[in-house]
């Protein structure tokens, strides 16, 4: 089992919808969650960061956590062109200084 | 402003060679990273540091090197020994040790010719 699971995609998803992007996690003493927007060539920028069980929203977007579930997800309301890229779900695992990365999810929102 | 430079953009190699790849930052942070990233892959940690003069391996070491003499600078050497290195480099700096964000610097693509 990989440490930080997130299907690749792509997620296609029509202008103003909702885009859901979901990781999986295997160790349980994760500590922080990071979602991370990757465009072509370019390098990572954080989009949102969530520590506590439940939602976090900030603008368009909302991050989701379940302990529990070991489970992270992102919500992209209002989906926008721009928005299409590579998301990456990265995990800092119990008690270290490590971040560690998904695979990333390949988001297109169609016109 | 601050943030994490790295140079070069793009590097090309031949094989046999070492290469060194530069980062630095002006954001005073104490612990910086390296990641490779691989076509359709997500970053995979190679070093990182959390203070000067120490430094640990990260899940891909083999056939890198690093330093960390000053606290802004984190140098990266991809060796001879390393089998496959055309990839996408990324550097970063980490504010708070377990919880803060990673900044990343702009990367450096390294092919091997």
């Known amino acids: 089992q990989k440490e930080v699971e997130q299907n690749s995609g792509p997620l296609s998803v029509p202008e103003g919808a909702i885009a859901s992007l979901n990781c999986t996690y295997s160790?349980?003493?994760?500590?922080?969650f990071f979602w991370y927007r990757q465009y072509s060539g370019k390098s990572p920028e954080l989009i949102m960061f969530i520590y506590s069980n439940g939602d976090k929203e900030d603008g368009r977007f909302t991050a989701q956590l379940n302990k529990a579930s070991q489970y992270v997800s992102l919500l992209i309301r209002d989906s926008q062109p721009s928005d299409s890229a590579t998301y990456l779900c990265a995990v800092n695992k119990g008690g270290g200084n490590k971040l560690t990365f998904g695979t990333g999810t390949q988001l297109k929102v169609e016109l | 402003d601050g943030g994490i430079t790295q140079s070069p953009k793009y590097l090309f190699r031949k094989e046999g060679q070492n290469v060194t790849l530069s980062c630095e930052q002006n954001l005073n942070h104490d612990a910086m990273y390296w990641y490779r990233q691989d076509p359709g892959q997500g970053l995979r940690l190679i070093y990182y540091?959390?203070?000067?003069?120490?430094?640990q391996k990260g899940d891909i070491a083999e056939g890198y090197s690093v330093s960390r003499e000053k606290k802004e600078s984190f140098p990266l050497t991809v060796t001879s020994a390393q089998k496959n290195p055309t990839a996408f480099y990324l550097c970063a700096s980490r504010g708070q040790p377990n919880t803060g964000e990673l900044f990343f610097g702009e990367g450096s693509r390294l092919t091997v010719l």
């Open positions: 540091s959390q203070i000067v003069n120490d430094f």
């Open positions: 160790d349980r003493g994760s500590q922080s």
